[in-house]
């Protein structure tokens, strides 16, 4: 592992450096959200479990470690994010502990809000096979019997702020409830729909099929809701497997496929400080996109926000020349009465003009935030079009646009800058060159040394 803990090092500090140099500034900037730290940067993997209730995640996390570290049962047994580490002692740690640890990648978990810190804790253990990944075990999803009721905090950004981080995301189903979990399905779409290179699908207790038909309906099932969820011509694919629990009745089921499943399904775990390598890279790509296309719209929308502008104040200088004009000609013709009569009015047209001008100005501003969909259609017709990209750009907006009314109608259209072609052209360089020559020189690398574990 020491040579894929060198290449870790020498990624996230190439990384740390594309930030600070071609993204940082720009998104300082136009006031966009914050990036990982650099601390989460060069954290070690991280293996995301959610899933159903009762599903087997804190199961399959105890048959990896080979120990009861989680709580298991049919109901809902633990209401906490559990981050599963290694550590010297046996030690547990709460929220406020572990987000205010600068030596800990999970700083940024902060801002999620004391609600969630008191559903967050570590677990440390001198486990051996924790030296190498950390786990991440979440509260099982299910259909609250009260439609209004919450869990306090906003379940979905935390799911979706680890599964960002993560370097693999497993999702696990049982055949009691395969993928008709509303909670499940929503967090598929709404924190879990960009990061399908990462996400595996876990149809698990295989064992307690009580026939191959019963098995068939239910594999059909997950597969059927997945496909209404997933936005991909195919969904991923499925492992089906199962945990040997000590006492269980025997299966109807031959179980040797499905323990072949488990055991590719670990290996795909263990793999994971690799797959770190190329999720640094990725997530540093996908925030630099979403950067790329806030600070587009928004300059987009300020640009029709100044052209307005100018237009209002062509206007009152247009009715004031012409005012003042006549006014003027009436004087040349010693006409005082009418030449004093015109131009006072033109003066109190444009001064009642331009009392009214600030409003006219936060209307159409109100008007560009609440109408950013055409912006975004405008901007992007070509890639729209021809791009062969509308599924990706579509779900990419889907992500900026809730942070761009936020920004515009905390700050104004106004209040930010104009954005300039060099700073755009930086941020493209680091898109298009810099991240994927990084990614070519890695996997060079790997390919010339091939690590084992």
């Known amino acids: 592992m020491a040579a894929v803990k060198d290449l870790h090092d020498e990624t996230a500090n190439s990384v740390?450096?594309?930030?600070?140099?071609?993204?940082?500034?720009?998104?300082?900037?136009?006031?966009?959200?914050?990036?990982?730290?650099?601390?989460?940067?060069?954290?070690?993997?991280?293996?995301?479990?959610?899933?159903?209730?009762?599903?087997?995640?804190?199961?399959?996390?105890?048959?990896?470690?080979?120990?009861?570290?989680?709580?298991t049962g049919m109901a809902p047994t633990d209401d906490c994010f559990t981050i599963i580490r290694h550590g010297r002692h046996r030690e547990e740690k709460d929220g406020r502990a572990i987000v205010s640890n600068p030596e800990l990648?999970?700083?940024?978990?902060?801002?999620?809000?004391?609600?969630?810190?008191?559903?967050?804790?570590?677990?440390?253990?001198?486990?051996?096979f924790l030296r190498d990944v950390t786990l991440v075990d979440t509260p099982g999803m299910i259909d609250a019997a009260d439609p209004e009721a919450t869990r306090g905090y906003d379940f979905s950004s935390v799911v979706r702020w680890f599964a960002e981080r993560a370097d693999l995301v497993l999702v696990f189903f049982d055949p009691?409830?395969?993928?008709?979990?509303?909670?499940?399905?929503?967090?598929?779409?709404?924190?879990?729909?960009?990061?399908?290179?990462?996400?595996?699908?876990?149809?698990?207790?295989?064992?307690?099929?009580?026939?191959?038909?019963?098995?068939?309906?239910?594999?059909?099932?997950?597969?059927?809701?997945?496909?209404?969820?997933?936005?991909?011509?195919?969904i991923p694919q499925i492992y089906t497997t199962f945990v040997p629990v000590k006492g269980a009745a025997e299966?109807?089921?031959?179980?040797?496929?499905?323990?072949?499943?488990?055991?590719?399904?670990?290996?795909?775990?263990?793999?994971?400080?690799?797959?770190?390598?190329?999720?640094?890279?990725?997530?540093?790509?996908?925030?630099?996109?979403?950067?790329?296309?806030?600070?587009k719209i928004i300059n987009e929308a300020r640009k029709r926000l100044v052209r307005y502008r100018s237009l209002l104040r062509s206007a009152l200088v247009a009715i004031?020349?012409?005012?003042?004009?006549?006014?003027?000609a009436f004087m040349m013709e010693e006409a005082w009465v009418p030449a004093i009569v015109i131009?006072?009015?033109?003066?109190?047209?444009?001064?009642?003009?331009?009392?009214?001008?600030?409003?006219?100005?936060?209307?159409?501003?109100?008007?560009?935030?609440?109408?950013?969909?055409?912006?975004?259609?405008?901007v992007y017709k070509r890639d729209l079009v021809?791009?062969?990209?509308?599924?990706d750009l579509i779900l990419l907006w889907k992500e900026v646009r809730p942070s761009i009314v936020w920004t515009l109608e905390n700050l104004g259209l106004l209040a930010l800058p104009r954005l300039k072609g060099s700073e755009l052209s930086r941020l493209d360089e680091a898109l298009k060159t810099q991240i994927p020559e990084l990614r070519a020189r890695l996997h060079r690398k790997l390919e010339s040394k091939p690590v084992g574990y």
């Open 320 to 328: 004031l020349v012409a005012g003042l004009g006549a006014g003027g």
């Open 343 to 378: 131009s006072v009015a033109a003066v109190a047209a444009v001064a009642g003009g331009y009392i009214g001008f600030k409003e006219l100005i936060r209307r159409k501003e109100k008007q560009l935030i609440g109408g950013l969909d055409p912006i975004f259609e405008q």
């Open 386 to 391: 021809v791009g062969n990209r509308e599924d």
């Open 105 to 128: 990648p999970f700083g940024g978990a902060s801002h999620i809000g004391p609600d969630f810190l008191s559903h967050f804790k570590m677990r440390l253990l001198p486990n051996e």
């Open 251 to 295: 299966s109807a089921l031959a179980l040797t496929d499905f323990a072949q499943a488990r055991d590719e399904l670990v290996q795909e775990i263990k793999r994971a400080p690799v797959r770190r390598l190329d999720n640094i890279l990725t997530q540093a790509s996908m925030y630099g996109r979403r950067l790329r296309m806030y600070v």
């Open 16 to 71: 740390q450096e594309l930030y600070r140099k071609s993204i940082d500034p720009l998104a300082r900037k136009f006031a966009f959200e914050k990036r990982p730290a650099d601390g989460e940067i060069s954290g070690g993997p991280l293996v995301l479990f959610v899933g159903n209730h009762s599903s087997g995640k804190s199961t399959f996390i105890n048959f990896l470690l080979g120990e009861p570290i989680q709580r």
């Open 176 to 234: 009691e409830r395969p993928g008709t979990t509303a909670e499940t399905m929503t967090e598929l779409t709404e924190s879990l729909g960009r990061i399908d290179h990462k996400l595996l699908v876990v149809m698990n207790k295989m064992d307690q099929f009580r026939s191959l038909r019963d098995f068939a309906r239910c594999y059909g099932t997950l597969c059927w809701n997945l496909g209404k969820v997933i936005a991909k011509k195919d």
